[in-house]
């Protein structure tokens, strides 16, 4: 069985584009919504959905943590903090990413019967290669990873060629709103494209405990940086942190 853990990113949306050209069968398709996408992202989900549909692959199902917490921003706001990746961990993806497929997977019949028979599920994971430094091997009793992208030495330039040979616009970037590995540059677009999403990440900033660091960029606040959108601000020292569920 092969399931596809799809970000609604540039990268996994290549992927599955390549499967359907390349013949590849794929049983599965997973999306786990962490609630802080932006409005682009949810839609462009829907319509690939119905792009995979036409092509006889399975629609593209959500999934969400099923926790206290309904979504990761709640989370923040309750524990007067930020997402993770702001104090240099990753969990925000474990939690809100890969536990919610997880948690899917084990409820299924057909998942329980292919572990009892000794069998594996093969997680396809869309990282390109551009950054082979994100695959790490990984396999235990229920599963096996593998990175077709690389596989297929497919960078970020060729990843955007398939979807466009496809006919299909670029899904733009796949990232919670509020994520502190957002650059500056990206944040003020942010402020520009979705005024109201700026200012709830702005709420949750103000309203998290900020004795460990100085806002959402870590090294600087976003609303400091809004605030003065308009001057120069030199963050070419804010350090680089990927986000673990970052798809182009």
Request: glycine residues 8%; proline residues 5%.
């Amino acid at each position: 069985m092969k399931i596809v853990s799809y970000g609604g990113g540039t990268n996994s949306t290549a992927m599955l584009i390549e499967c359907v050209n390349r013949g590849i069968e794929v049983d599965l398709i997973l999306f786990a919504d962490t609630g802080g996408e932006r409005p682009h992202t949810y839609q462009y989900v829907r319509m690939f959905s119905d792009w995979l549909v036409e092509k006889g692959f399975p629609a593209i199902q959500t999934v969400k943590n099923g926790g206290v917490h309904k979504n990761l921003e709640q989370e923040c706001l309750t524990r007067k903090a930020l997402p993770s990746l702001a104090y240099g961990f990753k969990t925000c993806s474990q939690k809100w990413k890969i536990r919610p497929q997880d948690q899917f997977l084990n409820r299924q019949p057909w998942a329980i019967s292919q572990w009892e028979q000794g069998k594996k599920i093969t997680k396809l994971i869309g990282f390109d290669a551009d950054e082979p430094q994100r695959a790490k091997d990984y396999e235990d009793k229920k599963y096996t990873v593998k990175y077709p992208l690389i596989e297929w030495e497919m960078g970020r330039e060729e990843c955007t060629k398939t979807i466009e040979d496809a006919g299909l616009c670029l899904p733009g970037k796949s990232a919670c709103f509020y994520c502190p590995s957002t650059k500056p540059t990206e944040v003020r677009q942010l402020k520009a494209i979705y005024p109201d999403l700026a200012q709830r990440a702005i709420d949750m900033e103000n309203n998290a405990d900020l004795s460990q660091l100085k806002g959402l960029g870590r090294n600087f606040a976003w609303s400091e940086l809004l605030k003065n959108s308009e001057m120069f601000d030199d963050y070419s020292n804010t350090p680089e942190l990927a986000c673990g569920c970052y798809d182009g």
